[in-house]
């Protein structure tokens, strides 16, 4: 079992829709949660954190449930500007340095 | 900005060469990553290194080996190229006392083995 899996997609939605992707881990040990975004032949950058309480940024929330050991993040009136490989990481300390684990990614394709 | 930098961005070599991928960063960061990624089997770390000189394996280290004599650089090398790491490599650099461990990527050296 890969200790993050994303559904790979691509997710095809409309402008304005709202769409949400999904991820699950598998270290139950795992301390913290982030989604960075990819673009197209570009490197990955932080989108946002994932906090237990949920946290919300703009157009985006992203959810963590530890019990089911689920991560989420809901776009809500998707832009053009929003297609890209949206990546699922989970942090692992190991005590020297802090060690991330990506998914592969979720691809998100917004259409006029 | 933090600015991570990497020496190529395309690299083609033959198979059995020895290969030296540079990464430098700006910020001062004591954590330093090498990934590469592949389709379908998405970021997988190499190596990393949270010191100078000091360094870790990662999940996937076979056929790789890493140096970190200063701070700011942090070096990949293969010392046999295979066909097998075709891939894009992409260095990282992160501050272990920064806001949720972030890490900032170079643009990525696209490395082909023939």
């Known amino acids: 079992r890969k200790e993050v899996e994303q559904d790979p997609g691509p997710f095809n939605v409309p402008e304005g829709a709202t769409v949400a992707f999904n991820c699950t881990y598998s270290?139950?040990?795992?301390?913290?949660f982030f989604w960075y975004r990819q673009d197209c032949r570009k490197e990955p950058k932080l989108l946002m954190s994932?906090?237990?309480s949920g946290n919300e940024d703009g157009r985006f929330t992203a959810q963590l449930n530890r019990a089911s050991q689920y991560i989420s993040l809901l776009i809500r009136d998707s832009k053009l500007s929003d297609s890209a490989t949206y990546l699922c990481?989970?942090?692992?300390?190991?005590?020297?340095?802090?060690?991330?684990?990506f998914g592969t990614g979720t691809r998100l394709q917004v259409t006029l | 900005d933090v600015k991570v930098t990497q020496s190529s961005r395309y690299l083609v070599k033959r198979t059995g060469e020895k290969v030296f991928l540079e990464c430098v960063q700006d910020?001062?960061?004591?954590?330093m990553f090498w990934y590469r990624q592949d389709p379908g089997l998405g970021l997988r770390l190499i190596y990393f290194?949270?010191?100078?000189?000091?360094?870790e394996k990662g999940d996937i280290p076979e056929g790789y080996s890493v140096s970190r004599e200063k701070k700011e650089r942090f070096s990949l090398i293969l010392e046999s190229a295979s066909t097998n790491q075709t891939s894009m490599y992409l260095c990282?650099?992160?501050?272990?006392?920064?806001?949720?461990?972030?890490?900032?990527f170079g643009p990525g050296t696209r490395l082909t083995v023939t």
């Open positions: 990282a650099s992160s501050n272990p006392t920064g806001v949720d461990h972030e890490q900032y």
């Open positions: 270290n139950s040990a795992s301390q913290s």
């Open positions: 994932v906090y237990s």
């Open positions: 990481v989970v942090n692992s300390n190991t005590g020297t340095a802090s060690k991330l684990t």
């Open positions: 910020m001062d960061h004591e954590n």
């Open positions: 290194s949270y010191d100078v000189k000091m360094k």
